[in-house]
C-alpha cells in the first residue's frame, strides 16, 4: 500500500512570508494529523483530523497556522506570516481511526526554513 | 498532561552488541506506548509498538518491556547491524480521554550509532 505523501520536500522562506504543505494520507485513514518537528526534539502534534472535522488543534498556533481537510482526504497546512522559530519539520501521519490506539504511520516531512 | 522522558540521548555499540533505551512517561492512563525509527531525511517508522495490557512484546531482534507500576518501558535491540543506526523515539498516548481521540506524546530522541 502506498504511504503518506507530502510535499514539497523542502522550502526556504523569509520571514512573514507565507507557505503552505500538502499532505495525502494512507488510503482508507480516516485520521490525519500534522506535527512539527523541531531539529534534535520529538515530533509534537500541532491538529488532528477525523475525516474533515478537527477533534484537536490545542497546540496550533491559531494567530499564524491554520489547517484544512475539505472532503475528508488530502489535507493542507499553511503558515501565515511565518516567523523564525517556524524552522522545523512538518510531518503529516494517518491512521485508521483516531481512537483505540491506532498505529500512525507518517511521511517524510517537509523541511521547512525560515530566513 | 503527558511527558515523556528518554535516555540516553547517544548511544553507540559495536556490530553484534545490544541496545537498550529507556522511557519514562508521567500519566497512568496512557496504554499505547509505540517506538519509531527515523533516519535520516526520512519520517518516523513505527518499528514496534506494546499496549498496557502486555508486558513484553518481541519481533525478530526487537524486544519492548513495560512497568506500569514504575511507569517506565524500554527497547531492546539485539544482534545489532550498521542499517539499525538511526535516531529512535518512544512515544505514549491513551484514548484521548473525554474526546475519545488518542494523543501520541513522543520522548526527545536517542541516535543509535552502531560501528562495523
Known amino acids: 500500500e502506498a504511504g503518506v505523501a507530502q510535499s514539497p520536500r523542502y522550502k526556504i522562506i523569509e520571514k512573514r512570508q507565507s507557505v503552505a504543505f500538502w499532505c495525502n494520507p494512507i488510503s482508507g485513514h480516516a485520521t490525519l494529523y500534522w506535527y512539527q518537528q523541531i531539529l534534535g526534539q520529538g515530533p509534537k502534534l500541532l491538529i488532528q483530523f477525523q475525516n474533515n472535522g478537527v477533534v484537536d488543534d490545542s497546540q496550533l498556533p491559531k494567530d499564524r497556522f491554520s489547517a484544512e481537510r475539505l472532503k475528508g482526504v488530502d489535507s493542507t497546512l499553511k503558515i501565515q506570516p511565518a516567523k523564525l522559530e517556524d524552522s522545523a519539520v512538518y510531518l503529516c501521519?494517518?491512521?485508521?481511526?483516531?481512537?483505540?490506539?491506532?498505529?500512525?504511520?507518517f511521511g517524510d516531512g517537509t523541511r521547512l526554513s525560515i530566513l | 498532561g503527558e511527558n515523556v522522558e528518554q535516555h540516553p540521548s547517544t548511544l553507540s555499540v559495536q556490530e553484534g552488541d545490544s541496545a537498550v533505551i529507556k522511557c519514562t512517561y508521567s500519566?497512568?492512563?496512557?496504554?499505547?506506548f509505540p517506538w519509531y525509527k527515523q533516519e535520516l531525511g526520512k519520517g518516523p517508522q513505527l518499528i514496534i509498538d506494546i499496549r498496557s495490557n502486555v508486558g513484553e512484546k518481541k519481533d525478530q531482534r526487537i524486544a519492548v518491556t513495560l512497568n506500569k507500576t514504575a511507569k517506565h518501558f524500554s527497547l531492546h535491540i539485539t544482534e545489532t547491524q550498521p542499517e539499525d543506526s538511526a535516531v529512535y523515539f518512544c512515544?505514549?498516548?491513551?484514548?484521548?480521554?473525554?474526546?475519545?481521540?488518542?494523543?501520541?506524546?513522543f520522548g526527545t530522541g536517542t541516535r543509535l550509532l552502531v560501528s562495523p
Open positions: 501521519a494517518s491512521s485508521l481511526e483516531g481512537f483505540g490506539n491506532q498505529p500512525q504511520h
Open positions: 512515544a505514549a498516548s491513551r484514548d484521548g480521554g473525554g474526546t475519545g481521540f488518542q494523543k501520541l506524546v
Open positions: 500519566d497512568s492512563a496512557s496504554n499505547y
